[in-house]
């Protein structure tokens, strides 16, 4: 079956970087585009980046745009997030998905697999 496991989060103080990274298994990686969601308490799941199954394509939502890197290695099967100059209001569980598409959705309810995410906490 498919599976989406995410590393890499933790704890990191404003103004620090983590790398997120989220190896997928059971499907053809290279058909799917890739996004990246995060879920703070009390708030609805958001997207934060995606990557064409190619790596050519990348989008952003404007408050990571120039802070946050969404890369994919095709061959070891895994999408990667780069955080840097992280702050408080970026603290949540951060959700890697897949999607069977050449068009990168920014709807989470177009995506058609899901892991189980990893905690992000930014201290101030």
């Known amino acids: 079956q498919v599976q989406l496991v995410e590393s890499g989060g933790g704890l990191v103080q404003a103004g620090g970087s983590l790398r997120l990274s989220c190896a997928a298994s059971?499907?053809?990686?290279?058909?799917?585009?890739m996004g990246w969601f995060r879920q703070a308490p009390g708030k609805e799941r958001e997207f934060v980046a995606a990557i064409s199954w190619d790596g050519g394509r990348t989008y952003y939502t404007n408050s990571v745009k120039g802070r946050f890197t969404i890369s994919r290695d095709n061959p070891k099967n895994t999408v990667y997030l780069q955080m840097n100059s992280l702050k408080p209001e970026d603290t949540a569980v951060y959700y890697c998905a897949a999607e069977r598409t050449v068009v990168v959705h920014t709807n989470p309810a177009a995506y058609d697999y899901w892991g189980q995410g990893t905690q992000v906490t930014v201290s101030s």
């Open positions: 059971g499907l053809t990686f290279s058909r799917y585009a």
